[in-house]
């Protein structure tokens, strides 16, 4: 049975057919869930899928397809949150996109619509979108964390641009000095994460500082000037509190998504069978 089974769908080139769904589904969970359909011999359960679809085509065809695109997996580190370990801003941003997903297709249903078949699914969804601007205010994208995703943090910041900003006038000051015949260049660069000049290796005694590199041709050292290792060494203090920050930042927006984790994961598998039910439409 089952033989034949494989060779009336490799006849009918299901895998085509399904390949072409899955083109039509916003999320990657939802082009799987696209090509993992099979045919049902239920007659129950066919005319449900039917009415399903017919649903969605009318919904579509009256306002258009709702989007599914920022609805990614997150079921793992939701999981991970619930332990209570900290999550990562690309594992939190995924988050927040499930929670805007669920409120942008729950808004695509009105209450005032007639009750169909694809009622229940809309009125499951459980936006929250307290904690998604939580997470969008805080994380600008993977590699940025925003000024205002605390006080204290701001305030680092403040700290860390104004130390920079001395750091920079003292030096500038000495390149417009008389030891800048010293200099290889006239430039202001980082080594180790401390603010530095390029010094010829002939004059490197003439530039009283710490040497923090030098050149691959022995040409030019990298020195770091007295008059602001001091600075330099605030610098170094601040990165390590704006680290321990941003630390406890992603560590407690994982912990307000592990409250919230048993709804998010609900949303997360309600939006992807609507995604297949819309890509069927």
Known sequence: MWELYEKSTEKLELNRVLELLADCAGSEDGKAACRALCPSSDLEEVRELLEQTTAACTMSAVQGSPGFYDVKNVDAALERADRGGSLSTTELLRIAGVLRSARTVKGYWSEEETAQVLTPLFQALTPNKYLEDRISGAILSEEEIADAASPELASIRRHIRATASKVRDILNKLLSSNQAKY??????????????VPVKSEHKNDVPG???????????????PMGVVKANNELRELAAKEKKEIERILAQLSADCAEHADDISRDFGILVSLDLIFAKA
């Open 210 to 224: 710490l040497v923090h590199d030098v050149s691959s041709s022995g040409a030019t050292f990298f020195i770091e």
């Open 183 to 196: 200099l290889q260049e006239a430039i202001i660069t980082q080594r180790n994460d401390r603010f530095v």
